[in-house]
C-alpha cells in the first residue's frame, strides 16, 4: 500500500506530507484548489512525464516522494532484478526529483534510477485511473485490451508469427521490386563482368607490379651499383679487391703465427669472415645474373602495360585493383540470384504461406478465446452495473474478424443499452459522461486483481444523487480489496472514505500556497457541507450528519 506521500516546490504546494489509510481515501477541496497537481505528483514519482513548469515559482526544484509497503511479489522480483532487491524493512521509497533546466533523476530506496525502470516498477504498485482513461473506454482498441487483460490471453506467440509474416512479406516485396528491374541489371552486370575478367586481376597484383615496374625502370642504376659493390670485393684488374687483401693478410697471419701465438688465432677467425665475404661474392654474382641481365629490360612492356591497365580500370570503376577484385565476386553473386530469382522467389512464397497458415491458426486461437472471455466479462460488468444504479443495463462485446494485425484478425466494438427494450448501440455514440464513469468503475472492479493501489480522479463525473451513493459503496467495497485514493466532488462518496484529504488554498503576502491535510469529526462534517451545497449553513450540516451517520 501506499503510506506516505511527501511533495515539495510542486507547482503551487510548497511542502506537503500525506499520509494514508490502507483502505478508502479521498481528496476533497474547491475548484482550483491543486487537486489535478496531487494526482501530477503521483503520476511523477511513479514515472511519468515531467517538465520544469511543475516546480515552484522561484524554487530551483521539485521532489516527490512516496513511501510504500507490503509490496507485491511481482515487485519485489523487479526489483531484485534491477538489483534494488537487498532492503530488511520490506518497505520501498521512489523518488522523482524534477531541476529547472528540464531534467529529472529518479531514485529507487536511495539508489539512482531512470524514469523508465520507475515506471517498470511503479506498473505492479499503483494503477491511476485519470479522465482520460474513461475517454478511451470507447475506444476500440481499449475495448480489445480489456477482453485480452481480463482472460489472461497471452499474444506472444501469435505476435512473433506476426512479425515473422510481416519480415518476409517485406523481403518479398522488395525482391519482387528487384525482380521487375531483372533483365537490365542482369544486363548491365554482366557487362561489368565481362569488362573485368579477361585481366584475370588478383588481390595483390597491383603492389606486385608496382614493385617490379619500378625496378626495371631503375635497372640501370641497380646494375651500376651492385657491380660497383662485387668489384669491391673481387677487385676490377687494375685494383685488388677485398677478397685479395684479405688473402694477403691471412698469409701474412700464417707466417706470423709461427712466432706469436695470438696470430694463429687471428688468422683461424679472418678464415672465417673470408669463408663468409666469398659466400655472398657468389650471391652477388647470382643477384646480379638475375637482376641485371637481358631478360630483366625485355620485360619492362609487359609490367607498364599491365600497370596501363590498372589505371584504365581504376578510373573508370573508381576502385583499387583488389576492391575491384572483391566488387566483382560480388557482382557474380548478385548475377547468379537474379538469374536463379524465379527459385529463390518460390521459396520465398511457400515460406509465407507457411507462416500465414500459422498465423491464421493463431489467430483463430485467440478469437475463440476471446469470444469466451468477452461473454464472461460482459455479465460481470453487468452486474457491476446493475448495483451502480444502472439496471437492466445490457452490454456485449462485438467481436468480428476483420484485417490481419499485431493484436490478432478481431475487432472489438462494445455495444449497449441502458433502457429495456432498446437496441444495443455503439457505446461511443450513445453513452453520457455520467454512464462512462459508471462502466468504467465497473470494470475496474471486475479487473480488481491488480496492483494493490488504484486512483480514481474524478471517477463521480456525470453522477449524482442515488447513482453517487452507489457508486461511493462500491469503491469503499473496493478497498476492501485494494488500496483506494479518489480525487471527488461528491459527498456521498467522501462521507463514505476511512481517510478524508482536504486540499486547500491560501494566501499569504503575494504568494498562494496549497495544503493538504486530514479532517475529522466536525471539521469533516463543515466540508461535507461546503461539498453539499458551498456553505456550511444549518441545512447542509444537517445533511452532512446525515450522510456520515448512515454509514
Known amino acids: 500500500m501506499l503510506r506516505e506521500l511527501y511533495i515539495e516546490n510542486l507547482a503551487i504546494i510548497e511542502k506537503a506530507v500525506i499520509a494514508f489509510d490502507k483502505a478508502f ?29 511543475l516546480i515552484r515559482a522561484g524554487a530551483g526544484k521539485a521532489v516527490v516522494t512516496a513511501l510504500f509497503d507490503n509490496l507485491p511479489e511481482s515487485v519485489s522480483a523487479k526489483l531484485a532484478e534491477y538489483g534494488y532487491g ?25 539508489k539512482t534510477a531512470t524514469s523508465s525502470m520507475l515506471k517498470e516498477i511503479a506498473a505492479g504498485l ?49 525482391f519482387q521490386k528487384e525482380m521487375q528491374l531483372k533483365d537490365e541489371k542482369i544486363e548491365f552486370l554482366a557487362a561489368k563482368i565481362a569488362d573485368i575478367e579477361p585481366y584475370k586481376l588478383k588481390i595483390g597484383e597491383e603492389d606486385e607490379v608496382s614493385f617490379e615496374l619500378n625496378r626495371l625502370r631503375n635497372i640501370q642504376t641497380i646494375s651500376e651499383t651492385l657491380n660497383k659493390a662485387y668489384a669491391a670485393l673481387t677487385g676490377d684488374g687494375e685494383q685488388s679487391g677485398a677478397l685479395d687483401i684479405l688473402n694477403l ?33 657468389h650471391e652477388l654474382s647470382s643477384v646480379i645474373t638475375e637482376n641485371c641481365g637481358a631478360s630483366g629490360a625485355e620485360n619492362l612492356p609487359r609490367y607498364e602495360e599491365r600497370m596501363s591497365d590498372f589505371l584504365r580500370l581504376r578510373r573508370k570503376y573508381g576502385l583499387s585493383i583488389d576492391e575491384l577484385v572483391e566488387m566483382t565476386s560480388e557482382w557474380r553473386s548478385e548475377l547468379e540470384e537474379l538469374q536463379d530469382g524465379d527459385d529463390i522467389l518460390q521459396r520465398l512464397e511457400e515460406q509465407k504461406r507457411q507462416i500465414g497458415d500459422s498465423l491464421k491458426r493463431l489467430g483463430g486461437e485467440l478469437t475463440v478465446a476471446r469470444k469466451k472471455t468477452a461473454e464472461t466479462l460482459s455479465e460481470l460488468i453487468c452486474k457491476e452495473l446493475g448495483f451502480l444504479d444502472m439496471p437492466g443495463t445490457r452490454l456485449v462485446f462485438a467481436l468480428k474478424q476483420e484485417r490481419v494485425t499485431i493484436t490478432g484478425m478481431d475487432s472489438a466494438e462494445m455495444m449497449i443499452s441502458v433502457n429495456k427494450g432498446e437496441e444495443l448501440k455503439p457505446l461511443a455514440k450513445i453513452a453520457s459522461g455520467g454512464e462512462l464513469s459508471r462502466i468504467m468503475l465497473a470494470i475496474k472492479v471486475v479487473l480488481s486483481g491488480g496492483a494493490p493501489v488504484v486512483v480514481f480522479d474524478e471517477i463521480d463525473s456525470g453522477i449524482s444523487g442515488r447513482a453517487a451513493h452507489k457508486v461511493g459503496l462500491k469503491l469503499s467495497a473496493l478497498s476492501g480489496e485494494r488500496q483506494v485514493l479518489c480525487v471527488t466532488h461528491l459527498a456521498q462518496i467522501a462521507a463514505m472514505a476511512d481517510n478524508h484529504l ?4 491560501s494566501r499569504t503576502g503575494d504568494r498562494t500556497y496549497t495544503n493538504v491535510r486530514q479532517v ?32
Open 520 to 551: 475529522i469529526g466536525e471539521e469533516r462534517k463543515r466540508e461535507l457541507a461546503r461539498i453539499i451545497s458551498g456553505d456550511d449553513d444549518e441545512l447542509s450540516l444537517a445533511n452532512a450528519e446525515r450522510l456520515m451517520r448512515r454509514l
Open 86 to 110: 537487498d532492503f530488511e524493512s520490506g518497505e520501498l521509497v521512489l523518488t522523482r526529483e524534477i531541476s529547472e533546466s528540464g531534467s529529472s533523476s529518479a531514485r529507487v530506496n536511495g
Open 502 to 505: 482536504l486540499i486547500e488554498k
Open 126 to 174: 499503483v494503477d491511476v485511473h485519470g479522465q482520460h482513461q474513461t475517454r478511451m473506454i470507447t475506444s476500440n482498441e481499449f475495448q480489445l485490451e480489456l477482453i485480452d487483460k481480463y482472460g489472461n490471453i497471452s499474444l506472444s506467440e501469435y505476435e512473433n508469427t506476426f512479425r515473422d509474416f510481416s519480415a518476409v512479406s517485406k523481403q518479398i516485396k522488395a
Open 25 to 53: 481515501n479521498v481528496f476533497s477541496g474547491e475548484t482550483g484548489a491543486g487537486k489535478s497537481i496531487l494526482i501530477g505528483g503521483i503520476n511523477a514519482v511513479l514515472g511519468g512525464r515531467v517538465t520544469k513548469d
Open 249 to 281: 693478410c691471412k698469409l701474412s697471419l700464417g707466417q706470423a703465427a709461427g712466432y706469436i701465438t695470438e696470430c694463429k688465432s687471428l688468422k683461424e677467425r679472418l678464415e672465417d669472415a673470408f669463408i663468409e665475404l666469398d659466400d655472398i661474392k
